[in-house]
T-cell receptor, first 116, second 111 residues
Framework: GAVVSQHPSWVICKSGTSVKIECRSLDFQATTMFWYRQFPKQSLMLMATSNEGSKATYEQGVEKDKFLINHASLTLSTLTVTSAHPEDSSFYIC????????????FGPGTRLTVT | AQSVTQPDIHITVSEGASLELRCNYSYGATPYLFWYVQSPGQGLQLLLKYFSGDTLVQGIKGFEAEFKRSQSSFNLRKPSVHWSDAAEYFCAVGNTDKLIFGTGTRLQVFP
């Protein structure tokens, strides 16, 4: 149980275009989903927290207009990187929160974004 | 400030040897502590977690960790490492709505 999927697993896009990444909780409903960014050989940095039906809460330094997050249902959150540039190339990981006595985060496999 | 420190960036061990990965944290309240493993191209898999109670926590794949409040540490251990344990290991501290990750320790296992 508690499986989280991401699609696509790898995407290449041209500079200036937008790309959407989906995060789905497959076997549970997640009130809260999180989006992280991981640079090579570095830790995960929380970008934003999204609650179903509400606007996402972005961490300091994360551009809201560049990284659009939509959490339309209890099983789906999307991250859209708008007007992508090479510096947006990174590994994006989502997680979904499940309450089992206490809230725990279950992580998706990640999406590798390369902007050329 | 809340933070997690993993002092060892890279550790190399021989298969069958014991392993200890260090994790120190700074957190204002009682922490929830986690260890995750990330294999190349994979998402994070939870190895074990500590919320309260017994300070020695057993996890999957034969891993255990000990919470030492006086030392603000949550070190991960395994008595005998297998080649398949080669991966990146992350310690994290947090609460219900936010996790703070360490920078990770890359484990390399030699046959």
């Amino acid at each position: 149980g508690a499986v989280v999927s991401q699609h696509p697993s790898w995407v290449i896009c041209k500079s200036g275009t937008s790309v959407k990444i989906e995060c789905r909780s497959l076997d549970f409903q997640a009130t809260t989903m999180f989006w992280y960014r991981q640079f090579p050989k570095q830790s995960l940095m929380l970008m934003a927290t999204s609650n179903e039906g509400s606007k996402a809460t972005y961490e300091q330094g994360v551009e809201k207009d560049k990284f659009l997050i939509n959490h339309a249902s209890l099983t789906l959150s999307t991250l859209t990187v708008t007007s992508a540039h090479p510096e947006d190339s990174s590994f994006y990981i989502c997680s979904a929160s499940l309450f089992d006595g206490l809230y725990e985060q279950y992580f998706g496999p990640g999406t590798r974004l390369t902007v050329t | 400030a809340q933070s997690v420190t993993q002092p060892d960036i890279h550790i190399t061990v021989s298969e069958g040897a014991s392993l200890e990965l260090r994790c120190n944290y700074s957190y204002g309240a009682t922490p929830y502590l986690f260890w995750y493993v990330q294999s190349p191209g994979q998402g994070l898999q939870l190895l074990l977690k500590y919320f309260s109670g017994d300070t020695l926590v057993q996890g999957i794949k034969g891993f255990e960790a000990e919470f030492k409040r006086s030392q603000s540490s949550f070190n991960l251990r395994k008595p005998s490492v297998h080649w398949s344990d080669a991966a990146e290991y992350f310690c994290a501290v947090g609460n219900t709505d936010k996790l703070i990750f360490g920078t990770g320790t890359r484990l390399q296992v030699f046959p």
